[in-house]
Structures are given as structure tokens and as C-alpha cells.
């Protein structure tokens, strides 16, 4: 089994940081692509961002291009996202992602951003 802990959310002004965390531990020995998504409240989940496992690789959503940076740590199994510049709309609920062999793929429990103006 599995599991995804993360960590960093809350509750931050508009213009400020946040930085994500999403630790993979479990029976899982190898991981390609690491991912966040989110979901707005009345929205579809969407992606933020991906890493491929060389890390070479991201992919944003063009609405954080800019502001957001994903990164990993292949070591400790974790994927990051640093958020900055934060705008009331990235308001959600961000969820962690992992892609593992054989078209695996396992999902976080999901931390809140809140971002007030």
C-alpha cells in the first residue's frame, strides 16, 4: 500500500507563500511522473504542476506560470511546491499525485490554500 502525507497548506493574503509538501511512502519502488492538482469550490480539478522523475521536466497550468515551482526530492520521495505571489483565485483544495509503474497512480488526501484579499 501506498501512502501520500501532505503538508503546507493555510490560510495566507493575497501576494504572499506558500510552500506544498507530499511525502510517498509505502510499497512503492519506483516513481515516474510527481504532480499537484487542485480544486477550486464549483470547479473541475485541474493540474497545477508536474515533474517528471530526472526532474528535467515541468509542466504548469498557465494560470501559475511564473508564480509556482515544482521540485522533488527522489531521495526522500517527495514532491514540493513553492507558491508565491498568491492570488485569491488559486483558493482550493491542492492534491498531491504520483505516477508509478504499470500506469499506477495515487492520490494525497488533499491540503486547503485559502488566499484572502
Known amino acids: 500500500q501506498v501512502q501520500l502525507v501532505e503538508s503546507g497548506g493555510g490560510l495566507v493574503q493575497a501576494g504572499g507563500s506558500l510552500r506544498l509538501s507530499c511525502a510517498a511512502s509505502g510499497a512503492i519502488w519506483t516513481i515516474n511522473t510527481m504532480g499537484w492538482y487542485r480544486r477550486a469550490p464549483g470547479k473541475q480539478r485541474e493540474l497545477v504542476a508536474a515533474i517528471t522523475r530526472a526532474g528535467g521536466g515541468t509542466n504548469y497550468a498557465d494560470s501559475v506560470k511564473g508564480r509556482f515551482t515544482i521540485s522533488r526530492d527522489n531521495v526522500k520521495n517527495t514532491v514540493y511546491l513553492q507558491m508565491n505571489s498568491l492570488k485569491p483565485e488559486d483558493t482550493a483544495v491542492y492534491y498531491c499525485?504520483?505516477?508509478?509503474?504499470?500506469?499506477?497512480?495515487?492520490w494525497g488526501q488533499g491540503t486547503q490554500v485559502t488566499v484572502s484579499s
Open positions: 499525485n504520483i505516477k508509478g509503474p504499470y500506469a499506477a497512480s495515487y
